[in-house]
């Protein structure tokens, strides 16, 4: 398995800043995942990052809102921008390693 | 639209017994299924998974089954722990998709002694 941290692990924000959320992986992996679980729903793909490319956006999210960053094979960043209280939500960092795709402990973010 | 549907919000079971988890999805596109544990502040912890050539798969106390013409699978979980305490996510993919992962809203289940 693949051991995943991120950082912050809770913020508090006010409405129209940014925060940008750190992911670190203990190994090499080549395709990484952020998800967003917004208060008594499932988890939602947010986008694809996969390292020496562009980051892939699902429907509904765009990258003006959540630049995303890999610059390395262990390692991206998120980063929520001009915050509102509907982007309170837990972030999630996930990677894809032997077949099967490992969580982050997440990011609780409550936009004020 | 939610694609993976779990329809029950929660399950109480007494240790020992069985606890079963259901899951329902609409894609039939969908090839791949997982099934992920979440406990309070931490992040979904992998389980246990089924391909859609199988339909049966088995680890230790968790076993999953799948029914791909109901589009249905389930989590058995045999002797439930009071440890086993927690939201069980359910989620499939297909092959072409990324492995972007589509999950149902999870099913909180409490063991009690």
């Known amino acids: 398995s693949a051991v995943i941290s991120q950082k912050p692990s809770r913020d508090i924000c006010q409405r129209g800043t940014s925060l940008t959320i750190q992911c670190q992986v203990d190994s090499q992996v080549t395709m990484m995942f952020w998800y967003r679980q917004q208060p008594g729903q499932s988890l939602t793909l947010i986008a694809t990052a996969n390292q020496g490319s562009e980051a892939t956006y699902e429907s509904g999210f765009v990258i003006d809102k959540f630049p995303i960053s890999r610059p390395n094979l262990t390692f991206s960043t998120l980063t929520v921008s001009n915050m509102s209280p509907e982007d309170s939500s837990i972030y999630l960092c996930?990677?894809?390693?032997?077949?099967?795709?490992?969580f982050g402990p997440g990011t609780r973010l409550t936009v004020t | 639209d939610q694609q993976v549907k779990q329809n029950s919000p929660s399950l109480s079971v007494q240790e020992g017994r069985i606890s079963i988890l259901n899951c329902d999805y609409t894609?039939?596109?969908?090839?791949?299924f997982l099934w992920y544990k979440k406990y309070p502040a931490e992040g979904p912890t992998f389980l246990i998974s089924?391909?859609?050539?199988?339909d049966k798969n088995e680890d230790g106390r968790f076993t999953v089954f799948l029914n791909k013409s109901a589009k249905h699978l389930s989590l058995h979980i045999v002797p439930s722990q009071p440890g086993d305490s927690a939201v069980y996510f359910c989620?499939?993919?297909?092959?072409?998709?990324?492995?972007?992962?589509?999950f149902g809203k999870g099913t909180s289940l409490l063991v009690t002694p």
């Open positions: 996930s990677v894809r390693a032997l077949s099967e795709q490992y």
């Open positions: 089924i391909s859609s050539i199988k």
């Open positions: 894609n039939s596109m969908f090839d791949y």
């Open positions: 989620a499939a993919t297909y092959s072409n998709s990324g492995y972007a992962l589509n």
